[in-house]
């Protein structure tokens, strides 16, 4: 079973092609925009329909050809891990993490013909439930169940027999499959009053630590297993899901000052030493660090993000916009989120006036 020390992290969205020169990045316009739609939204169609494109591109061969890697699935994990101490604990946490989802979202079009909306999990609605085997992302036809045994793999729903070979930097592992340990307790930071404390952050700089805290938590508590895996955790789908989610709530903060918050970034960039100790990499090298002319420990719009070859580099200030070139997507809320996000708003409004 893994386990690992939870620190916060985060992630995101989707796209159209972007051409990175040395010293420009031009990008093609948006102009269909991508639906990123709850899970509990979608249709049982698109639900099949977006099942199969994961499970297509758990098939699909590697372009990365790293040592161990076989398929796409593959390598988006080990972008993940390989930047497990770059990414993390960071002020471009929340940026790299919406650049990832909009990657893997952009892989499943081009590699797999899928055509409908990125789904997130809307973590704050299940948040209710006495039993999380009855959200509908855990069901036998959706994402499948908890895990079991000694290993706690999972073995219900279409990924039980998903082969993974990603799990440390510089080292492939042998075959193992997704662990789970499904607790609905964890979720409890996905409630009102954990979302409220970071919605009332005036700046990133706050903003960022507060999202990357308890919010970030928990979807992957809650998951457990492979979820709590800082490196190896892109390796259960449902990764996508939870990071969507938490990237609907940078974007939906965001969206209470504009257009001041597509230009607010901040934070170190460079993880804490007591992080990377706890994950037991060292700090991230200078070619992570100290590139195209970023100098300094704190992120900005400058700052490059990479999903290694699978995608262009684009920067920090490229993915600010979920409407602009890169990401170039609508945010589709629920009725229970916008009466949970109003609550809040309308809370700190009474604030400001009293
Ligand atoms: C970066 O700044 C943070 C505080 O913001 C500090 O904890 C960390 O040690 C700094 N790292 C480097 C390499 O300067
Ligand atoms: C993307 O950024 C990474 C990290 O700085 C760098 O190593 C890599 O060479 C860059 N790739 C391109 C195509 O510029
Ligand atoms: C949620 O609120 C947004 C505006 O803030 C609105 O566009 C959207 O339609 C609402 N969602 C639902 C399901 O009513
Ligand atoms: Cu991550």
Known sequence: MVRLSWIPFV???????????????????????????PWQMLTSAERTAYIN?????????????????????DDLQWAHILQANVMHDVGHFLPWHRYFFVVHGNLLREECGYTGPLP?????????????????????????????????????G?????ALRMRRPGQSASNYRISRSLNVRSLASARQASLDACFQMTTYTAAWECWGGSPHGAGHGATGGLMVDVF????????YLHHGWLDAMWWKWQT????GRLTDMG??????LSYVQRLGTGLPGREWTDYHGERGNITTLNHILSVNELAPNVTVGNVMD?????????????NSFNATINTIVDGFMTTFTE
């Open 53 to 73: 494109a994961e499970l297509c591109l758990m098939e699909a061969p590697t372009r990365l050809n790293v040592a161990g890697s076989k398929t796409l699935w």
């Open 322 to 334: 979920v409407g602009g070139s890169v990401v170039c997507a609508d945010y589709i809320f629920s």
């Open 267 to 272: 934070g170190r960039n460079v993880p804490r």
């Open 120 to 156: 997130y999990w809307d973590e704050t609605a299940d948040a209710s439930l006495s039993d999380l085997s009855r959200s509908p992302v855990f069901q036998n036809t959706a994402f499948g169940g908890t895990g079991s045994g000694a290993q706690s793999y999972i073995t219900t």
């Open 232 to 239: 190896a955790s892109p390796g259960d789908p449902v990764f």
């Open 11 to 37: 992630f995101a969205s989707l796209s159209v092609a972007v051409e990175t020169t040395q010293h420009s990045t031009r990008e093609a316009a948006c102009t269909v925009k991508v639906q990123h739609k």
């Open 256 to 259: 209470l000052d504009l257009p």
């Open 158 to 162: 279409p990924f039980a027999s998903l």
